[in-house]
């Protein structure tokens, strides 16, 4: 049988009170969005610890590739760090929400079937399209359910929250550009409404959806 592992790292999380020696971002780091001392000390942290993470990942992927079972990795960052001036993040909301991510398949995952790399739909994603991106690099087999997610993904614009603090999402399109709900076609409303009510009903519900044989769980 398989196994999921969800990890969370808070490597390279705040504070950033100059921990590493010999950082050679130290004095480098300029501009106007770093205007004090502080910040720029932060910065040069936060970018030394990246740089760490880089060669750690790298150390990583090289040990997967060496395991004889099929592994594929989902790596993405949830935010960047507080140094800024949150008066950015409200003038930018969607370059400043977004962060990196990857998905990768180790040598034996792609010598059985997995993609070397999704290309459609892949500049702005949402969170919750990393189960469909990863089934569908897997050539997995879906539930109705992650069938969904797939259509979610595939046809809709990354849906996101409403960075104008307001309730409901904003949809975001390949370019980095919000879209208007009411410029969906037909079909891409009629999917967005299937799924805010699996949403619900998992969430505040009956929860129906477990009720229905086969819909979050495959048939062997």
Do not use: C
């Amino acid at each position: 049988g398989g196994q999921f592992i969800n990890l969370i790292s808070i490597q390279n999380h705040m504070p950033y009170n100059n921990w590493y020696p010999n950082n050679e971002y130290m004095g480098k780091v300029s501009g106007e969005l770093f205007n004090t001392a502080a910040v720029r000390e932060q910065m040069a942290t936060y970018i030394k610890g990246t740089q760490y993470t880089d060669k750690a990942v790298k150390k990583f992927i090289g040990q997967i590739d060496k395991i004889k079972k099929p592994i594929t990795i989902v790596f993405y960052g949830d935010h960047y760090p507080s140094i800024l001036s949150q008066n950015y993040t409200g003038r930018y909301p969607v370059q400043m929400h977004s962060t990196r991510y990857f998905i990768y398949s180790n040598k034996y995952a792609r010598e059985h079937g997995a993609k070397e790399k999704l290309t459609h739909n892949t500049n702005y994603v949402n969170t919750s399209d990393f189960t469909a991106m990863m089934l569908e690099q897997t050539n997995s087999k879906v539930t109705p359910y992650q069938a969904l997610l797939t259509e979610v993904h595939k046809k809709l614009p990354a849906i996101t929250i409403n960075f104008n603090g307001d309730k409901g999402f904003q949809l975001v399109d390949q370019k980095g550009h919000f879209v208007d709900p009411k410029k969906l076609t037909s079909e891409q409303q009629a999917i967005l409404n299937d799924y805010e009510m699996v949403q619900y009903d998992m969430t505040a519900g009956q929860a129906y959806g477990l009720k229905a044989k086969g819909f979050y769980k495959l048939d062997n």
